[in-house]
Antibody, heavy 117, light 111 residues
Framework: EVQLVESGGGLVQPGGSLRLSCAAS????????MSWVRQAPGKGLEWVAN????????YYVDSVKGRFTISRDNAKNSLYLQMNSLRAEDTAVYYC??????????WGQGTLVTVSS | QSVLTQPPSVSAAPGQKVTISCSGS????????VSWYQQLPGTAPKLLIY???KRPSGIPDRFSGSKSGTSATLGITGLQTGDEADYYC????????????FGGGTKLTVL
């Protein structure tokens, strides 16, 4: 059974940093693109970042370029999102998702990031 | 403002059929597969349709998808109260390589 479990969310002040983690199990992690998708309170889904199987390609939504870094450790079956210079508008539930069949095939339960003073 | 355009809400009675539209452009829907996601209240999204019209195992055939040009449609027949949820379309942006895009979501109310 595919499982994605996010962690690392919490309350952080504007300008601060946070590192999200996603522990994957139930599939060969190193064989799949992985993504982060976020959802601000009461709002829709927003794709944040993608990373290729070997980490050689990474893509970001414009609003987080230069501030967020997606990475992965295939030996640990883990996906990460390093978030720096956080802003109030980054407040959201962040979901880890496995990309498959050109879709976001599996999702974690999400971790809430709140940026507030 | 989302890249893909969906109606904010749709409603229908139990047992009826409803369709949800998703409009994009040649740089996204026009040149890529469309997927659809269901998000029940308080839960994570779940894949309903991939590659325009395919259903993952476990998704009932009451759910269907289609695509024409730069638009896509999700259809749900035999509506049940348990189908009340937010529905999102998603695809990729051809001009920006492997960047995902979503619609703003449609709230389905089963009256």
């Amino acid at each position: 059974e595919v499982q994605l479990v996010e962690s690392g969310g919490g309350l952080v002040q504007p300008g601060g940093s946070l590192r999200l983690s996603c522990a994957a199990s139930g599939f060969t992690f190193s064989s799949y693109w992985m993504s982060w998708v976020r959802q601000a309170p009461g709002k829709g889904l927003e794709w944040v970042a993608n990373i290729k199987q070997d980490g050689s390609e990474k893509y970001y939504v414009d609003s987080v370029k230069g501030r967020f870094t997606i990475s992965r450790d295939n030996a640990k079956n883990s996906l990460y999102l390093q978030m720096n210079s956080l802003r109030a508008e980054d407040t959201a539930v962040y979901y880890c998702a496995r990309v498959g069949r050109l879709s976001f095939a599996y999702w974690g339960q999400g971790t809430l990031v709140t940026v507030s003073s | 403002q989302s890249v893909l355009t969906q109606p904010p809400s749709v409603s229908a009675a139990p047992g009826q059929k409803v369709t949800i539209s998703c409009s994009g452009s040649s740089s996204n829907i026009g040149n890529n597969y469309v997927s659809w996601y269901q998000q029940l209240p308080g839960t994570a999204p779940k894949l309903l349709i991939y590659e325009n019209n395919k259903r993952p195992s476990g998704i009932p055939d009451r759910f269907s998808g289609s695509k024409s040009g730069t638009s896509a449609t999700l259809g749900i027949t035999g509506l049940q109260t348990g189908d009340e949820a937010d529905y999102y379309c998603g695809t990729w942006d051809s001009s920006l390589s492997a960047r995902g895009v979503f619609g703003g979501g449609t709230k389905l109310t089963v009256l």
